[in-house]
Each structure stands twice: as structure tokens, then as C-alpha cells.
């Protein structure tokens, strides 16, 4: 029988068609790690696909795909594979793979039949009773309380945002009178450390977008602590810098705006690049490492001011000042990608900020060009594919929060479902662990922003009184 090609959605596909290429992908395949590549090796080990990495997009054997890499879809099917023929079990087997959209081959007249009945929606209180029946797992039960002590602390760290972003500002007066002190800066680090406010810290930043300089820099420096301890634990190792000393060097990683005159470091406009108050803006990294180095602070603290606009590809306008990429310390390396996803969620008069999950997007596309691909991928460890705080739609059609995230596997994290699949507002919110609810998955990020837009801290007042 004659055969035509066409494209097709899960629920299009009818025993017989053949499947010769996947065009659609879950949002996991955006970033592959190393438990999504080893699923394709055993799956779909014969077919080859399409990704993008370097900016470049390449034609590939599943062999020679790499962790991080982004797959567009993946074409040439094998006839043996095991979605070659579809089967009655077929569809739901591709839904849980992560597989939306297909090209097929289908006999050109198919004989007339009933459309089959869509299949049932997993339900968001399947996933609770799945949750409440894995309960007694140690690591589980560790994850739930976890989450409960993070979403407590909230409040308590917001006023540490606050205390420390203040701390940030007299130092940059201090610095601007010529006399700033190691001691304000010590009291706030010291705070910070001791009340482990860093996670909850972070998850403010990006629900709660500022335009100050100064909670810039706090939101950067929490943002790039973790990421610094995620490289410890990859590494291995004991930390080479300590973690005080991180905290100091993203605090201060933008003192060199001291130097600024205020009218231009507080104006409403965005400049242009080759104009003299850009000039004057780039200045801020040597003088920054200027002032740090005067006062005796760490290598690895000066270099940070000094160096942390310096992009890997040094010919690119937005690298400054003048020196070699070698130049640029490892800490600093990781610093220049926080700073910038910082910049990307903060709000600024002259831009919308964007949501975590898209900053984190375009941080993949700067990979080799701007950033070090290897701390790129232990900052994208660190944050996540879906930053705590990530407004999403799962499969149900129900919205959650993001929680949660576990580095081993960052497409399923840990949600507390704020509405129902009609956009009903819950009084009593789920908590689910996508960990254990293999049927569960995330279709969708939303602007949290635009979807709670009563006022602009509304995002962070529905997160932090999350009840389950």
C-alpha cells in the first residue's frame, strides 16, 4: 500500500503509521544531562539528531552528543527501532519519554475507525497519592521537610536582603568618601553566613526583582556562592577561596561604581555603548580592583572587580577592560555568568526583567562565546533548568511553583501547586515531587510576573504564604 508523509501529535497516532523523525521535545531535551543522554542511548541508539550547540546546529549520532547540548528533534528513525511501527501502547510510551510531535509514514488510505478515547489525564492527586505512598522513604521524607523549613524562612531572609543590600550602600558612600571599612561588609557576610539565608535569598531575587545597584550585588553574590559551592561538591575538592571570602567578592564585585558620578550610575536611560558615559561605566572594573587591592583584599576578590566583564571571546564589544582571558580567575569566571543572569532578572527602568527559567535560556546560547562552557554547566547545576521560584504548567493543565531542584535530575523537581487546571486560585496547595510522579511533567513556563500582576511584589506574596 502507498504511503504518505506527514506530521502528527500523540494523539494522531494510529497503529500502522511508522514513526521516521520526533519534531517536538519535552523541555528537558533544552539542556541533556547525562541520565537523558544514557535514555537515548538506549532507546533511540540508530536514529541521528539535530542540536544546537556553540551557536552552531549539527547532525549527530547519539554517541556523540555531549551533556548541555540542546536537541531541536531527531530525524532518521531506524525501520528496527522501537517506535518504528506504531502500537497500542506506543503514544504513551513516547508521551512519557518526552516525545509531543512526529513525522510519519502512514498508509495513503486508512480504513475508517472510531477515533479512540483520549487516554485520562494524570491528575495532580494521583501524584499526592503516589507522593503519600512513597512517604516512608528517608531521602523523600528529607526532601518534604527540607521544603517546608526553606518556604519558613523566607520572611527572615527578605529582611536579610534588605540589611545586606543597606550594608552594600554605605560601603559604596564609604568608598566614595575614600573610606570604606572592611567591617560593615564583614558584619553583613558573617550574618548571611550564619543564618544560611542564601537559598531562600536567591529564590527572592527572582520573585521580587529590584533596580538598585546594591541588591544587585547581594542578589548576585548568593546567586554565585552556591554556584561556587556546586563546583566544590562537582569537583570534589576542598573550595580553594573560602566562602566568606566569595560572599566579599560578590558583594563587592561592583565597588568600582564608587567612582561613577551618581547621575549617571542612577539614570533612567540606557546608554549608548560607544558614548562617554558608557566609557565612564566600564571604568567601574578598574577602578573596582583598584580599591580592593589598596585595602589589601585577596587575588581572588581584586580579579573578581577587575575582571568579571571579561568574556571568553575577548573581541566581543561587551568585554572589558583590555587583558587576556587567561587573565580571568576561575571564581571570577563563574562570577561574569551570576552577574549576568543577575542582570537578566533584576529590573532595570530601561528593560522588563526577565523570569529565572528564560535568563536561563540565554545563558545556554552564551556558551563558547561569552562564558566558559564548563562553569557554565556547574551554574546551570546549581540554579537549575527551573530556578526556585519558577512559575510552570504541568501536563494537567495545573500551575505550581518551582520548590525544589535536585542536580542529578534538573527536569524534575519538587512543586507546590498554586492553581487548578481551570485557574482556580487554591487555598491548600500540593506539594509534589515530579521525582515520584513519572506521570507528571512540565509543558510550560509562565511569567510569574503577568500572571500575578496585582502588584509588582505579588509573585513573592503568593510563594512565601504557600500552604501544604
Not at 495532580?124 to 522513604?137: E, G, I, Y
Request: hydrophobic share 40%.
Amino acid at each position: 500500500m502507498a504511503q504518505v508523509r506527514k506530521k502528527v501529535g500523540l494523539a494522531d497516532l494510529r497503529e500502522g503509521m511508522r514513526v521516521v523523525a520526533i519534531t517536538k521535545l519535552d523541555q528537558k531535551f533544552a539542556m541533556v544531562d547525562s541520565q537523558t543522554l544514557a535514555k537515548l542511548r538506549d532507546t533511540l541508539p540508530g536514529a541521528r539528531y539535530v542540536v544546537e550547540r556553540d551557536r552552531q546546529q549539527l547532525k549527530l549520532d547519539v554517541y556523540s552528543l555531549k551533556a548541555f547540548d540542546t536537541v531541536v528533534r531527531i530525524e532518521e528513525l531506524p525501520k528496527n527501532s522501537a517506535f518504528a511501527k506504531v502500537g497500542s501502547d506506543t503514544a504513551t510510551e513516547l508521551e512519557r519519554l518526552g516525545f509531543y510531535e512526529f513525522t510519519v509514514l502512514a498508509p495513503s488510505q486508512q480504513p475508517s475507525a472510531e477515533k479512540p478515547a483520549p487516554a485520562a489525564q494524570p491528575t495532580v492527586a494521583a501524584a499526592v497519592r503516589l507522593k503519600q505512598h512513597t512517604s516512608n522513604d528517608p531521602a523523600h521524607v528529607a526532601r518534604v521537610s527540607e521544603t517546608r523549613q526553606f518556604l519558613e524562612s523566607l520572611s527572615a531572609s527578605n529582611a536579610e536582603r534588605d540589611s545586606a543590600s543597606q550594608a552594600v550602600e554605605e560601603a559604596m558612600g564609604d568608598a566614595r568618601r575614600g573610606k570604606l571599612r572592611r567591617t560593615t561588609l564583614d558584619r553583613a557576610v558573617s550574618s548571611v553566613m550564619s543564618r544560611g539565608a542564601a537559598p531562600a535569598m536567591r529564590a527572592i531575587a527572582g520573585l521580587k526583582a529590584s533596580d538598585q545597584t546594591y541588591a544587585h550585588c547581594v542578589d548576585m553574590s548568593v546567586i554565585f556562592s552556591m554556584a561556587y559551592e556546586e563546583m566544590a561538591r562537582v569537583s570534589k575538592a576542598r573550595a580553594s577561596v573560602p566562602l566568606s571570602s566569595v560572599l566579599v567578592a560578590g558583594f563587592m564585585h561592583d565597588i568600582g561604581k564608587s567612582s561613577v558620578p551618581k547621575e549617571i550610575l542612577e539614570s533612567q536611560q540606557r546608554f549608548d555603548p560607544d558614548g562617554e558615559e558608557m566609557r565612564i561605566m566600564r571604568g567601574h572594573a578598574e577602578a573596582g580592583a583598584k580599591i580592593l587591592s589598596d585595602l589589601n583584599f585577596g587575588t581572588d576578590v581584586v580579579n573578581v572587580a577587575q575582571c568579571h566583564h571579561v568574556k571568553q571571546d575577548t573581541s566581543l564589544g561587551a568585554s572589558y577592560p583590555d587583558v587576556s582571558y587567561d587573565a580571568v580567575r576561575p571564581v571570577t569566571r563563574l562570577v561574569a555568568i551570576a552577574d549576568v543572569y543577575q542582570a537578566l532578572i533584576g529590573k532595570r527602568s530601561y528593560k522588563k526583567n526577565w523570569v529565572p527559567a528564560k535568563a536561563v535560556r540565554f545563558l545556554m546560547d552564551l556558551k563558547g562565546t561569552e562564558f566558559d562552557e564548563r562553569y557554565l554547566g556547574i551554574f546551570l547545576r546549581s540554579v537549575g533548568i527551573y530556578p526556585v521560584g519558577s512559575l510552570v504548567r504541568l501536563n494537567t493543565g495545573h500551575v505550581a511553583f518551582v520548590v525544589r531542584n535536585d542536580s542529578n535530575n534538573l527536569e524534575r523537581p519538587v512543586v507546590v501547586v498554586v492553581e487548578d487546571a481551570n485557574g482556580n486560585r487554591l487555598s491548600q496547595n500540593d506539594l509534589v515531587d515530579l521525582m515520584i510522579a513519572p506521570d507528571l511533567s512540565i509543558t510550560d513556563v509562565l511569567d510569574h510576573y503577568e500572571h500575578f500582576s496585582e502588584s509588582p511584589d505579588q509573585p513573592y506574596e503568593v510563594f512565601s504564604t504557600l500552604q501544604f
